[in-house]
């Protein structure tokens, strides 16, 4: 039995050998793009479960993908700019989806984000997106963002008061001691420094 095995071994290295050089050229490439695409198969359904994303959704751009690169959005008109973590299609509309796997709630900077993104999408795909996701936590929650009348005008008093600071306006701070402890700008900000009588004030009122 084994002489037998080694004989049909030895004959099959002996087939390859006498094989045209190109034939056994062409099959290691068949081989190398089998792992190859196989590879970029298993890496963009990695990518897909970590944006909160099913299978059979059609995806336009997805963060990390080599085959729906993600989409960076730059509005000079609008003076926006943003890159949504995956945008799909849905019903006809392009919807972008925002992943925030560390948060725990929905918070308004999360929905800010998503109302941005609808502008810019609105902006650059020449259709308005009539909602957005919000995808939260290792498990995936889905919040679905309605992109209504009432949230992009809230957005817009924002981005206002953004641009009267970045004119000239002064920036008022809203204190409050646990967001002063984490924050960036903790050094160059009275209220970073360590909590005074007036920001646990300020924030004992936020917090009631
Ligand atoms: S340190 Fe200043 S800028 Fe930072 S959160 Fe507090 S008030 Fe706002």
Same mark, same amino acid.
């Given at each position: 039995?084994?002489?037998?095995?080694? *004989?049909?071994? /030895?004959?099959?290295?002996?087939?390859?050998?006498? #094989?045209?050089?190109?034939?056994?050229?062409?099959?290691?490439?068949?081989?190398?793009?089998?792992?190859? %695409?196989?590879?970029?198969?298993?890496?963009?359904?990695?990518?897909?479960?970590?944006?909160?994303?099913? /299978?059979? *959704?059609?995806?336009?751009? #997805?963060?990390?993908?080599?085959?729906?690169?993600?989409?960076?959005?730059?509005?000079?008109?609008?003076? %926006?700019?943003?890159?949504?973590?995956?945008?799909?299609?849905?019903?006809?509309?392009?919807?972008?989806?925002?992943?925030?796997?560390?948060?725990?709630?929905?918070?308004?900077?999360?929905?800010?984000?998503? #109302?941005?993104?609808?502008? #810019?999408?609105?902006?650059? &795909?020449?259709?308005?997106?009539?909602?957005?996701? %919000?995808?939260?936590?290792?498990?995936?929650?889905?919040?679905?963002? &309605?992109?209504?009348? &009432?949230? /992009?005008?809230? %957005?817009?008093?924002?981005?206002?008061?953004? /641009?009267?600071?970045?004119?000239?306006?002064?920036?008022?701070?809203?204190?409050?001691?646990?967001?002063?402890?984490?924050?960036?700008?903790?050094?160059?900000?009275?209220?970073?420094?360590?909590?005074? &009588?007036?920001?646990?004030?300020?924030?004992?009122?936020?917090?009631?």
């Amino acid at each position: 039995m084994i002489d037998a095995t080694i *004989t049909y071994v /030895q004959r099959l290295f002996l087939q390859i050998a006498t #094989l045209d050089t190109n034939i056994i050229l062409f099959a290691v490439l068949v081989v190398c793009c089998i792992v190859v %695409l196989d590879s970029v198969n298993i890496f963009a359904r990695k990518k897909r479960k970590e944006t909160g994303i099913d /299978q059979q *959704t059609p995806t336009v751009s #997805l963060d990390g993908s080599i085959n729906a690169e993600a989409r960076h959005y730059v509005s000079q008109r609008q003076g %926006l700019a943003g890159r949504p973590d995956a945008i799909i299609l849905e019903d006809g509309f392009i919807i972008p989806v925002e992943r925030k796997p560390l948060a725990n709630k929905i918070r308004d900077r999360y929905i800010a984000q998503v #109302l941005v993104y609808m502008r #810019l999408i609105e902006e650059f &795909e020449g259709k308005r997106p009539p909602y957005g996701y %919000l995808i939260l936590g290792p498990k995936c929650r889905k919040f679905k963002i &309605e992109n209504s009348a &009432e949230r /992009q005008a809230w %957005l817009q008093k924002m981005i206002d008061e953004m /641009q009267a600071i970045l004119h000239g306006a002064a920036a008022v701070p809203a204190p409050h001691p646990r967001k002063c402890r984490r924050c960036d700008m903790r050094e160059a900000c009275v209220h970073g420094q360590p909590a005074t &009588e007036e920001t646990i004030r300020i924030g004992a009122k936020k917090a009631s």
